[in-house]
């Protein structure tokens, strides 16, 4: 897989963003987007992709510890949603469990928003490497 992936990790208020490099290996954040799921805030993520050449989303899916479906998960599927409707690149889902606290105990220049978006790229990155096949 060679192709340029963004991750959100998407809050009601700020939203994390990161991107890999273009050959799909490395993931640096980017920024915060307030208010991603406002018409404002989708306008931003539709621009951020077209302007960072994005060839898909992946936005983490904050699941209960037990890998239920809460309450941020479905805010989330409503946001997924929402932004399928602006933008032209494939979006999906994966689970972003312990990302914030990752991103937490790391952070330093960055936003920890941007940085727990950073660990869900290099999550999700690391599982659809070649090398994982």
């Given at each position: 897989?060679?192709?340029?992936?963004?991750?959100?990790?998407?809050?009601?208020?700020?939203?994390?963003?990161?991107?890999?490099?273009?050959?799909?290996t490395l993931?640096?954040?980017?920024?915060?987007?307030?208010?991603a799921g406002s018409d404002n805030g989708l306008a931003e993520l539709a621009r951020l992709v077209r302007d960072e050449n994005v060839e898909?989303?992946?936005v983490g899916l904050p699941l209960t510890l037990r890998g239920t479906?809460?309450?941020?998960?479905?805010e989330?599927?409503?946001f997924v949603e929402?932004?399928?409707?602006v933008i032209d690149v494939p979006v999906e889902l994966f689970d972003e469990r312990f990302t914030t606290d990752l991103a937490q105990q790391t952070a330093g220049a960055a936003s920890v928003d941007a940085l727990a978006a950073a660990?869900?790229?290099?999550?999700?990155?690391?599982?659809w490497s070649p090398a994982a096949s």
């Open positions: 897989m060679r192709m340029k992936v963004m991750a959100l990790d998407y809050g009601s208020a700020r939203t994390g963003v990161a991107v890999s490099d273009p050959t799909g993931a640096r954040p980017l920024g915060v987007v307030e208010k898909r989303v992946v479906h809460g309450e941020q998960a479905t989330t599927d409503r929402a932004l399928r409707g660990h869900l790229l290099s999550g999700w990155l690391e599982r």
